[in-house]
């Protein structure tokens, strides 16, 4: 399997230093009442704000500690950088910009004491898709309207290859799992959904649409990952069925559903490992996020436990409406040390419209030493992507049949 090219751009030691003569005064909001924080803005990339630390002007540069990252591919990165054309003047390259500020941001009334103090701006080069690690910039420097303050961080520029895998059709409809590298589109794994693994005969005598049907199809489901061959190398299975909590329609934090992501046993045969177990609820609120949380497993004396204390993902998938009926699905897995794996996909909740889009893997190279580790994040994304349709409100219909893909069985 290649990767494709990607870079990962790290922002650190991040700090805030301001001459006493600059200092706000009390008719605003002192920093170190309301702390300084800035918003990193990168074209094509969604707006991170951060708190920003405020330092005596004799204090020494803050610790190399990583405060956000971004990640382009080799495309995105190509569009993003202007050439020249036909010996036109050549336009000014996107910039990655940091943007000073005093006070505290509003909320949703805006209600803010916020007061812009500078930016600071560094210009993306092509340079930066070069192999080797480039420090774009590290230490201080001024910002605002005569020096109004300093600034202090580190811009680092490193290679970050990742795997790029693509369902070709739903997960409940199992498609087979493409790896895509440019242009070329190379099946890799197929997958295979089953539900209601003890009664097969009545999966097409069920009606998905009903409210009461729909507790009882909501369980039991289990996803496998086969390589070329034939073999299964990865699988998740459904192990606590998502069912509304009383009074409710919807699956609660309380009362999640919940998958192991399994790997094959030593053994042969029928034997499984755990190798961690992902649990899914519905958020309360307008916004319909899904939380969702991933720990690992340890093994102790020859038994397998979830380790409680190793948390890989604790995140709310993100559901941002792009249309009436439509809501775009983004997950990912973040750890200390960097990037591990992201899932994206659109979802419809209308019955008429469907889904809209295939699932989409990204997988960062470090993390695969053998065909069967990258399968594993294949069934752990289609686990995410099945968590999403099983956590609708009961009240609602499901967006679609998920009995149509046992038809065959």
């Given amino acids: 399997m290649d990767p494709c090219t990607f870079i990962k751009v790290s922002i650190s030691s991040l700090a805030l230093r301001v001459p006493a003569a ?24 969604p707006v991170k704000t951060l708190p920003l630390p405020l330092l005596s002007l004799d204090s020494p540069a803050p610790n190399q500690i990583i405060a956000s990252t971004f990640y382009l591919d080799e495309s995105s990165f190509q569009k993003q950088i202007t050439t020249s054309v036909l010996g036109r003047k050549k336009a000014s390259n996107p910039c990655l910009e940091v943007v000073v500020y005093t006070g505290s941001r509003g909320g949703t009334c805006r209600f803010g004491t916020e007061k812009q103090l500078g ?22 420097v001024p910002i605002g309207k005569r020096k ?28 087979q799992i493409l790896q895509l590298q440019g242009k070329v589109h190379q099946p890799i794994f197929s997958c295979k959904f089953t539900r209601d693994r003890g009664s097969r005969a009545r999966l097409n005598q069920l009606d998905p649409w009903t409210h009461e049907k729909d507790k009882k199809d ?6 496998l990952i086969h390589d070329l061959s034939g073999s299964p190398v990865a699988a998740a299975s459904m192990v606590t069925p998502f069912v509304p909590s009383a009074g409710t329609d919807r699956v609660s934090r309380s009362n999640p559903g919940a998958w192991l992501i399994l790997k094959p046993g030593t053994q042969g045969g029928d034997s499984w490992l755990p190798l961690g177990r992902l649990e899914a609820w519905r958020e309360r609120g307008s916004k319909g996020e899904i939380g969702c949380n991933f720990k690992v497993t340890e093994e102790r004396s020859g038994f397998y436990r979830i ?56 997988l960062a190279k470090r993390h695969v030493t053998c065909v069967e580790d990258a399968a594993v994040f ?31 069985l």
């Fill in 22 to 45: 600059s200092k706000p005064t009390t008719s605003r909001v002192h920093s170190a009442c309301s702390p300084c924080f800035c918003d990193i803005k990168l074209p094509n990339n």
């Fill in 218 to 223: 909501r369980k039991g489901w289990l996803i």
């Fill in 148 to 175: 109004a303050g300093e600034l202090h961080l580190n811009v680092r520029v490193e290679s970050d290859p990742r795997f790029v895998f693509q369902f070709n059709g739903q997960p409940e409809v199992s498609p």
């Fill in 307 to 362: 380790a409680n204390k190793i948390l890989l993902s604790k995140t709310a998938i993100s559901c941002q409406k792009t249309s009436k009926d439509i809501v775009k699905i983004n997950m990912e897995l973040p750890v200390q040390g960097g990037f591990i794996m992201s899932a994206t996909t659109i979802h419809s909740e209308h019955k008429k419209t469907g889904k809209c889009s295939k699932l989409q893997v990204q």
């Fill in 378 to 408: 294949m069934a752990l994304a289609a686990a995410v992507d099945l968590s999403v349709d099983a956590c609708q409100p009961f009240s609602r219909r499901f967006t679609k049949d998920l009995g149509l893909s046992c038809a065959s």
């Fill in 119 to 140: 930016k600071f701006r560094i210009e993306v080069d092509a340079k930066w898709m070069d192999s080797s690690p480039i420090e774009v910039h590290n230490g201080w």
